[in-house]
């Protein structure tokens, strides 16, 4: 295969043409290098290399105009706004760059295609006028301040080029324009200078008239690259400004017009592929690849062309690993990297001025990858201390203060997180440069992750030197809020170039990168409409038809400037793989392209279409078995001669691996800071209450005026154990507010009960609270010791029945704490972990003979306070009598039913098994 490159060379070689003199100007950097490559296949004899540059250069060249950032334009344009804006209309530099954004991407269009700048943005303010025009006077201020902004369009741009012109800079328009003026003087001053394009296509009208005057004055040789197919089609829009070109420009009446080719038309493997999502596409590429080195172990004329530049990371994890030569030609989005969330979490954790911080913005901070290690001081690691110190305390905010103290070795660090990023600019951009350089010292230079890590801290530091240089040369950045968003603008643009060899082996590249570029074997990925072509977008304060009018783009002439493209890069390859997505989403692009469709109708070469099914491994769902080894077994033993409780053995029943998990391996939850007062911690503080409130009152009768005595105490005791529990947590806003309001009316609603119960005529006798109970237990069929342990909240004696009572801050109802079977009991947790606890109770303080049979038992829950005191019973039946006294009778049977179970706990041979919950 011949590439339209060599071609090129191999003709002016045949012209005789000295190459020594020749400026080569190309639509792409990177086409120079390939040009470079192939100069020595043509050339025989050793000579000066010709100049090689892009268009860009040429035309800054031309113009005497320096080419600046978009962000730096953006600062100087406000210069000029502020000048011209009377002083109490002004926007803010935040506000401003908002529309000014879109107002100079018009100025570079009107520039590129030279448009009478006056009559434009005069017709522009014209529409408006037409739009807001009323007979009701007078015209509110809104649409007065609006229409004004319309009629300034004109003096914007005028005061705006101006300035720039006389600093000698320029955007790409403003510099295709001055170039555009300036081309008669170039060509006088350099008369000798041929002059060679190759490869352009869709050409703006400074563009058109550079090339045109410098073909006319015999300067310069323009080469195209168009196929036979395409330009004889009046409807294809791959050819859509070349027959333009070829039809209205004035030297290809006397001149032939080269080239057109009849490369597409030669057979072609083109395959289709539907692929689901753009992962799957990234796969499929990988698999591709991978088929291919099969026939061409280099891969060396192949090239992958991202339609969706975003598919690099997925497709260069992809690639297989015999892949060794590969040339990456976009670079590394720098926002992709590490470094660039830790600066985002801090910008938005400063935009809003607060002398406080939250706390999960705290914990991301000092828990990120490059934020970590500068909190380890001799061996200690402060950022641990700090997160576990937020979390046992439910700190939700946090001063700058209150930090250091829990921290007091890392101040210097916490200064650079989270002091003074308000005060000014300067001081935040100041705070950035320190945490990039105690970052930097902290790096083990050795390893080639930390290489890597101090490219970008090298390159963050190019970028936040740049943002202070416009902050100290414009001062219009205010606040932190500002600074952001000029840091997202000036990021956006930054990328970390790959290191490659350009010219072997497997080249991956963007759409505009393949330009003049071809390829034996092509991968085109995200061949979807909204990509490939791009579609509408409106981004423009030029209306649709005043672009019309004016001859300057619409989307039409965008997307066929895509197809020009896509069509090119199939016109020399001899293997085509093109991939879509075929998931339609808004976000990443729609239906397969109409390329795909266009290619099918051709009929011009054979397709091989394909939906791709995903390869998705089918993942059985399985239950966790924990085999019961020596070790597991020993510390079973262990486990029950400390004792086992009620809850871990209702724990058991619910999920034999979550008590493996607690238990034996000792993982507890995490506790996390409770911004909202958990269940668990209201029903600590409510037992916490009734126990203080009670336990003074053990061995003695209670009466009406006893208990009316505690409810004044209530607000204070309840307030005390929010605070002994919630830690520093806030109680007094919020959901918090109510569940406090909750817990002192729970409390409250409790005595009323008691009160009501007492005024009924029952006589109350406080026996026991929160009584310790720890039995051991003889089970034959074990060799070692088993001990039971746990708290009752309450024993007390009502009309001479002893009662145990549980209390409960959920809902519990009375089919809860009844039983029909008791081989039940321990079967299903839903239905009879509350009787089975408090059965556990009892038989636990019979077993230690505190106290004689028969006896009452059962739960009184808060939520359920209507109900009273819930007792245990036996059913003979779902309908039959309740037994709601538990005898010696009853607890025999429990104690089977209690026995089974921890044999089956301690059995070697039963294996901790996973219950679906």
């Known amino acids: 295969m011949t590439t339209f490159i060599f071609d090129v060379l191999q003709d002016l070689q045949k012209s005789k043409t000295s190459f020594s003199e020749l400026t080569f100007v190309l639509p792409s950097k990177r086409a120079g290098v390939f040009l470079k490559h192939q100069l020595p296949q043509v050339i025989e004899e050793t000579l000066f290399a010709p100049r090689i540059i892009s268009i860009e250069e040429f035309v800054e060249e031309l113009s005497e105009l320096k080419s600046i950032s978009n962000t730096e334009l953006l600062f ?58 009323s007979l009701e006077e007078p015209i509110t201020e809104f649409v007065k301040n609006y229409l004004i902004f319309w009629h300034k369009l004109f003096d914007y741009y005028n005061h705006f080029t101006k300035h720039l012109k006389a600093n000698k800079m320029g955007y790409q328009g403003l510099i295709y324009r001055e170039a555009a003026g300036k081309i008669d003087t170039y060509i006088k001053n350099n008369t000798k200078t041929q002059h060679v394009f190759l490869g352009f296509n869709a050409l703006n009208t400074a563009e058109e008239i550079i090339i045109q005057a410098l073909l006319e004055n015999n300067l310069a040789k323009i080469y195209w690259d168009i196929d036979k197919v395409f330009i004889e089609n009046k409807l294809h829009d791959a050819a859509l400004f070349t027959r333009q070109h070829k039809n209205k420009w004035n030297f290809f009446k006397n001149n032939p017009f080269e080239w057109i080719t009849n490369n597409y038309s030669e057979p072609k493997k083109i395959s289709i592929f539907g692929v689901p999502k753009n992962i799957g596409q990234a796969k499929y590429i990988g698999t591709l690849l991978k088929d291919l080195e099969k026939k061409d172990a280099a891969l060396q004329n192949t090239a992958v062309v991202l339609g969706d530049e975003n598919l690099l990371i997925p497709v260069l994890n992809a690639i297989p690993n015999t892949v060794n030569a590969l040339n990456i030609t976009m670079g590394f989005p720098l926002k992709s990297i590490p470094l660039a969330s830790l600066f985002d979490t801090l910008f938005n954790l400063h935009k809003s001025n607060s002398k406080s911080f939250y706390f999960k913005d705290i914990v991301k901070i000092i828990s990120h990858p490059f934020i970590r290690p500068l909190f380890l001081v001799d061996e200690m690691d402060y950022a641990n201390i700090l997160i576990e110190t ?26 650079y997180l989270f002091s003074d990023w308000n005060t000014s600019i300067e001081k935040a951009l100041n705070n950035c440069f320190k945490l990039i350089l105690a970052i930097k010292e902290s790096l083990d230079k050795n390893t080639e992750s930390q290489l890597l890590s101090l490219e970008y801290l090298f390159r963050f530091n190019e970028l936040f030197n740049e943002l202070s240089n416009l902050n100290s040369t414009h001062k219009h950045i205010k606040d932190v809020s500002t600074l952001y968003s000029v840091y997202k603008e000036l990021l956006s643009s930054e990328s970390l170039d790959f290191q490659g060899e350009p010219l072997e082996g497997l080249q991956i590249m963007g759409m505009l990168e393949s330009r003049v570029l071809d390829f034996e074997t092509v991968i085109i990925s995200s061949v979807n409409e909204g990509i490939l072509p791009s579609g509408k977008s409106n981004n423009s304060f030029i209306p649709f038809d005043v672009k019309i009018e004016n001859k300057l783009p619409t989307y039409k002439e965008k997307d066929a400037v895509y197809t020009y493209h896509f069509y090119r890069l199939l016109q020399r390859a001899k293997n085509v793989f093109i991939l879509y997505n075929t998931e339609a989403d808004v976000l990443t692009g729609g239906e397969k392209s109409r390329f795909i469709t266009q290619l099918e109708l051709e009929k011009i070469h054979e397709i091989n279409h394909q939906i791709i099914a995903p390869q998705v491994p089918i993942i059985e769902p399985s239950l966790t078995v924990v085999k019961k080894t020596e070790d597991l077994n020993t510390a079973l033993i262990k486990l029950a001669s400390e004792g086992f409780s009620p809850s871990s053995l209702t724990n058991y029943m619910r999920n034999p691996i979550d008590f493996y998990y607690q238990k034996i391996l000792k993982i507890r939850d995490h506790n996390d800071v409770e911004e909202t007062v958990a269940a668990n911690t209201l029903g600590t503080v409510v037992h916490n209450t009734l126990e203080d409130f009670y336990k003074p009152l053990i061995g003695n009768l209670i009466n009406v005026e006893i208990i009316n005595a505690l409810k004044p105490k209530i607000e204070e005791r309840v307030g005390y154990h929010f605070k002994k529990e919630y830690k520093e947590g806030d109680i007094t806003k919020g959901k918090n507010l109510i569940i406090s309001e909750i817990a002192k009316r729970y409390v409250l609603n409790f005595l009323d009960l008691e009160i009501k119960s007492l005024k009924a005529g029952d006589v109350i006798k406080i026996l026991a609270i929160e009584a310790d109970n720890d039995v051991q237990i003889t089970i034959p069929e074990l060799d070692f010791p088993v001990k039971l342990r746990g708290k009752v909240d309450r024993v007390d004696e009502c009309n001479g029945i002893i009662r145990i009572i549980d209390y409960k801050t959920g809902k519990v109802d009375q089919n809860q704490v009844e039983i029909i079977n008791w081989e039940d009991l321990t079967s299903d947790y839903k239905k009879f972990s509350k009787s089975f606890q408090i059965l556990a109770y009892a038989y636990m303080m019979q077993q230690s003979n505190q106290l004689k049979l028969p006896i009452e038992a059962g739960i009184i829950s808060f939520k359920n306070l209507s109900s009273g005191f819930l007792k245990f019973a036996k059913k003979e039946s779902s309908k039959g009598k309740k037994m709601t006294l538990i005898t010696e009778e009853t607890l025999a049977a429990f104690e089977i039913e209690l026995k089974n179970l921890i044999l089956e706990i301690c059995n070697p041979q039963v294996d901790f098994t996973e219950k679906e919950v």
């Open 390 to 415: 937020i979390d046992s305390n439910n700190l939700v905010y946090l001063s700058v203060k209150r930090l250091k103290e829990m921290a007091p070795h890392s101040e210097a660090v916490l200064d």
């Open 76 to 133: 100087e344009f406000y210069n000029s706004y502020l000048q011209i804006t009377t002083e109490g209309e002004v926007d803010s530099f935040e506000t401003f760059s908002k529309w000014a954004q879109i107002l100079l991407q018009d100025f570079n269009e009107i520039d590129r295609y030279l448009i009478p700048q006056k009559h434009i943005f005069g017709y522009l303010a014209d529409i408006e006028d037409l739009k807001h025009w």
